[in-house]
């Protein structure tokens, strides 16, 4: 709500809303403040209000604030995101829009890259702080510029740094899949049934997260499918859900879990991140990840003779040359 007070002779109208600055105006009569404050107040809800505010006048974490709040509105950001606009304003936020200079952001990056951060996580720090003024210049109109961030990968590129991940081959040969199904299955006090979840990963191409998420209520028993609530995205944070089908020993896999819980496999997704590499250690097996699985599992669906949009189906993937970087078909394959 605005605030409406008297000044001697005058009424002076002030708003405040997170992320814009604060406006004020004085008027002769009280009726004339309050209207002009609802102008504004509505102007601002509709997104329609514009800053007329020069570059140099408008802060950096000013603008972080009002993409948090407007966009995340619409969007809501996952946990990495959040962290990042958190870091970008800690580290760059008391910058005017025209101090956010070539120079001030490769020393942002310069900066991450000492203290460890690889080159494709300063590359989605970068992003970020392109989105913002992106936004800003084109749904706030305000005169800024990405010409800085797109000149500072240009040098990060120069200097060598990798931006975009490697892209990874890896996938786990039969035996190492038996010797890990073994190691698990003969532990005496096994409370996790790796075995059983390592051969699920590569049958059903599902993400860590998607298997421990999945639910008894959402299988469906007679068409051996199950939905995958909230699947990953590039758009939708949240309500894409999508049914699979439970292809191979996926469905015999499901069938055999206790029913101790609501989730069919109640487990933590950590716990995976840590199990699993300890047991390639233990047995010698180099470079693997639980998410080359997933590589695997939808390299098997090619090989098999599934068409593309039906490999889409299982594995989520909206973006095919996303699918593709997923895909490590063998040159000695082709020979079956």
Not at 44 to 71: C, G, H, N, P, V
Not at 238 to 259: H, T, W
Not at 270 to 284: E, G, H, V, W, Y
Request: charged share 30%; aromatic share 8%.
């Amino acid at each position: 709500m605005a605030s409406i007070t008297k000044r001697g002779d005058s009424w002076f109208a002030q708003v405040r809303r997170k992320g814009h600055r604060s406006i004020s105006k004085s008027f002769p009569k009280k009726s004339q403040a309050v209207e002009w404050a609802r102008g504004i107040e509505a102007e601002i809800d509709a997104k329609r209000f514009q800053d007329t505010r020069s570059a140099s006048e408008w802060l950096f974490s000013e603008l972080i604030d009002r993409y948090t709040e407007e966009i995340g509105a619409i969007k809501k950001f996952g946990k990495s995101k959040v962290d990042v606009l958190r870091m970008l304003k800690t580290n760059l936020g008391d910058l005017s829009l025209n101090e956010l200079t070539e120079q001030a952001i490769m020393a942002y990056a310069d900066k991450r890259l000492k203290a460890g951060a690889g080159g494709v996580t300063v590359s989605i720090d970068l992003t970020y702080i392109s989105t913002i003024l992106k936004t800003a210049k084109q749904l706030w109109k305000m005169p800024v510029s990405i010409d800085p961030v797109q000149s500072v990968r240009q040098n990060l590129r120069y200097m060598g740094v990798n931006l975009k991940s490697t892209e990874r081959d890896r996938r786990p040969t039969q035996e190492e899949i038996d010797a890990l199904i073994h190691y698990f299955d003969s532990k005496p006090r096994r409370i996790i049934p790796m075995g059983d979840i390592i051969q699920f990963a590569i049958e059903t191409a599902m993400r860590a997260s998607e298997i421990t998420g999945l639910l008894w209520s959402d299988l469906n028993e007679k068409d051996k499918t199950i939905l995958i609530r909230s699947r990953k995205h590039p758009q939708k944070k949240e309500g894409n859900d999508q049914e699979v089908p439970l292809l191979g020993k996926a469905f015999d896999i499901v069938m055999r879990q206790p029913r101790v819980s609501d989730r069919i496999f109640p487990y933590g997704t950590k716990t995976f991140s840590s199990i699993f590499p300890r047991a390639c250690n233990k047995l010698k097996i180099e470079d693997l990840r639980f998410h080359d699985l997933r590589h695997e599992g939808i390299s098997r669906l090619f090989e098999q003779g599934y068409r593309i949009e039906q490999v889409r189906l299982v594995s989520g993937h909206q973006d095919v040359k996303m699918l593709f970087r997923y895909v490590q078909v063998r040159a000695k394959d082709l020979h079956r």
